[in-house]
């Protein structure tokens, strides 16, 4: 297939999917721990704003993909329905009841670090939308899930590895975009901290254990997107040549493969298409911090490509992958 770009009518299908899902409680996946039968509540009950999507994280970044389709295509048909959805969610009463649900003490690590990346990359893009009534009520709730960052950051004294919603280094990469957008440098600067911590010794990854069997990001891919977004450029690329040492050769052979999905009707195998999806979002981001004649460049977007082409034709159909598939399609569409 032909990769498409994002045009004005791709995302006006793709904000379809989202505005059919982020407002749909059911099914629905909890995570949720109960210190009490009186804790046995519904979705929408424990969550004021993102009860939809099957599941808390998944409607956070449906809500960011929203955002990030209306601020670039601010005249798409469905505009009106994004913005009177918006209206009506992002509201102060609303954000106090997903706070709250964080202060119970069951909740210290609920979502984390995926839904707390996500939804700090969603308070990023309603930072930078022409409605700042949202940002506004959003705060509160970024506000709390950035302190959890910072408290939990300096415990952390292992990166987690894994292709799944506990990889650390997605949570860095993520968390990094609000830090710029909010101006806030010691937040970046403790993310900077941390990611050199965490992976600024690894060299020559195998990633022989690429794909596992639900994996939705590549381990590999990710640290490697990570340490591009936050470390500068003098210090990334030498990072990167020992780390990812034999690209030019499509070596690790693992890396450039895309993932065969055999059942999407199961949401663990379901995940392999977003790993097809997100691993074309970091080849493409990859490439773009490599010179123009460098043969590194050519296989990583050649590698995006076939990814994409594996990808993007099975964003819908099955709901296990409905709920989520598109947001990591706009990943990479706009890497």
Known sequence: MTVPSLTADLA????????????????????HALAGPEDARTPSALHPIFY??????????????????????????????????????????????????????????????????????????LALSDEPRWSRALTPLADLIAERFRAFLPLATYPVRVGTHFNTAFGLRMAADYAAVSGDAAFA??????????????????????????????????????????????????????????????????????????????????HLDGLNLSRAWCWRSLASALAADDPRRAAALAAADDHLAAGLPHLTGDYMGEHWLASFAVLALEA
């Open 189 to 270: 600067a403790l993310l900077l901290d941390t990611a050199r911590r965490w992976y600024g010794a690894d060299a020559d990854c195998p990633a022989w254990g690429e794909p596992s069997g639900d994996d939705f990001q590549s381990p590999a891919l990710i640290e490697a997107e990570c340490m591009r977004r936050l470390l500068p450029p003098e210090a990334f690329l030498p990072w990167f040549d020992r780390f990812l040492p034999r690209l030019a050769e499509r070596q690790p052979a693992t890396l450039f493969r895309p993932a065969t999905v055999s059942d999407r009707t199961d949401g663990k195998i379901a």
């Open 52 to 125: 939809g999507s099957y599941d808390w994280h998944s409607c956070v970044h449906g809500y960011w993909m929203l955002a990030r389709l209306l601020r670039r295509f601010p005249g798409m048909a469905r505009a009106g329905e994004i913005r009177a959805l918006f209206d009506g969610q992002f509201m102060a009463d609303k954000v106090a009841g997903e706070c709250a649900y964080f202060a119970a003490p069951t909740a210290r690590r609920f979502k984390r670090p995926y839904g707390w990346a996500w939804l700090l990359k969603l308070a990023a893009e």
């Open 12 to 31: 006006n299908h793709y904000a379809g999917i989202a505005l059919g899902h982020v407002r749909r409680e059911y099914p629905n996946n909890l995570d």
